[in-house]
């Protein structure tokens, strides 16, 4: 059984501050990993996705990747209430790249 | 660019009707297609995985004669939720692989069965 975990939250922040998420998973096969945001009512909208261990930047977003320690985890700089969602973090599996979503993070930035 | 699309957005039925919802990758080819649910508050629920020109693999629980795939061509899939019941209410999310293992969602539908 894969598994993805994210501690549910929700997290709550002050605008302008660093929100940080995290992802752990099961799979040792597994190659990319995958964050999405979802605002409510909404369907997921891919962010970023990494492969390679250490960080990748995109803008306000640095993804962060411990292969060794089995972890994945989202930064988000200067956050903003337009930021406020549910972050899931999604891992295909090593063999069939089937996704496996973890249960999300509710992430508040509050003014 | 990678945009999918799902038709309708929302729809309301009568308990016993059978619902299509249509899943379209509009500018790309998607030879897999997946198919979700998901319930207020829930996370997502990995429904079934379509394969085009081939038969969709369920995951477990889920019922093939009630949800019934069809991945007849590169940009659509569709999903008929055959004699619907109020407990099949829920937000039916489709997303398409262009290639390599990203997947783009499409909008959603909102079902409710009445």
């Known amino acids: 059984q894969k598994e993805v975990e994210q501690n549910s939250g929700p997290l709550s922040v002050p605008e302008g501050a660093i929100a940080s998420l995290n992802c752990t998973y099961s799979?040792?096969?597994?190659?990319?990993f995958f964050w999405y945001r979802q605002y409510s009512g909404k369907s997921p909208e891919l962010i970023m996705f990494i492969y390679s261990n250490g960080d990748k930047e995109d803008g306000r977003f640095t993804a962060q990747l411990n292969k060794a320690s089995q972890y994945v985890s989202l930064l988000i700089r200067d956050s903003q209430p337009s930021d406020s969602a549910t972050y899931l973090c999604?891992?295909?599996?090593?063999?069939?790249?089937?996704?496996?979503f973890g249960r999300g993070t509710s992430l508040i930035v509050h003014p | 660019g990678a945009v999918v699309s799902q038709h309708p957005s929302w729809v309301i039925c009568k308990s016993g009707t059978s619902v299509k919802i249509e899943c379209r990758s509009l500018d790309f080819q998607a030879t897999t297609m997946f198919w979700y649910r998901q319930f207020p508050k829930q996370s997502l629920m990995l429904m079934a995985t379509s394969n085009e020109g081939s038969k969709a693999t369920y995951e477990q629980g889920v019922e093939k004669d009630k949800f019934l795939i069809n991945h007849a061509s590169l940009t659509l899939s569709t999903l008929t939720v055959t004699s619907a019941h109020p407990e099949d209410s829920s937000f039916y999310i489709c997303?398409?692989?262009?290639?390599?293992?990203?997947?783009?969602f499409g909008p959603g539908t909102r079902l409710t069965v009445l």
């Open positions: 799979d040792r096969g597994s190659q990319s």
């Open positions: 999604a891992v295909p599996s090593g063999g069939s790249y089937i996704p496996t």
């Open positions: 997303s398409a692989r262009p290639g390599g293992d990203t997947q783009y």
